[in-house]
């Protein structure tokens, strides 16, 4: 399994971004996905899951303002996240689901992540 994420960066508050995920060595759209995050002396924090249904769930921390998507042809993952807070920063994970149920996955399942920074 690999999972490799990019779209990242430094925006203002109210900014928008769309995080990617690059999937492989995995059958992709037989999987649901999910995306987290964790910043600097924090505990992991699950954001959003898409099924394979195309179903979604969210936090009620991020509802309204987070829009996972995916795109199976292209073994794609995204998350669009729009009015962008500080309280947004921190590197952003996707993941396949823990086979235990454990939300966060564990660490395991993560790819390498893309740091989001929301400052002025």
């Known amino acids: 399994v690999q999972l490799v994420e990019s779209g990242g960066g430094m925006v203002q508050p109210g900014g928008s971004l769309r995080l990617s995920c690059t999937a492989s060595?995995?059958?992709?759209?037989?999987?649901?996905m999910m995306w987290v995050r964790q910043a600097p002396g924090k505990e992991p924090e699950w954001v959003a899951t898409i099924n394979t249904a195309q179903r979604t769930w969210y936090p009620d921390s991020v509802k309204g303002r987070f829009t996972i998507s995916r795109d199976n042809a292209k073994n794609m993952l995204y998350l669009q996240i729009d009015s962008l807070i500080p309280e947004d920063t921190a590197r952003y994970y996707c993941?396949?689901?823990?086979?235990?149920?454990?939300?966060?996955?564990?660490?395991?399942?993560w790819g390498q992540g893309t740091q989001v920074t929301v400052s002025s």
């Open positions: 060595g995995f059958s992709f759209s037989v999987n649901a």
């Open positions: 993941t396949t689901p823990d086979p235990l149920g454990t939300l966060p996955p564990a660490r395991k399942y």
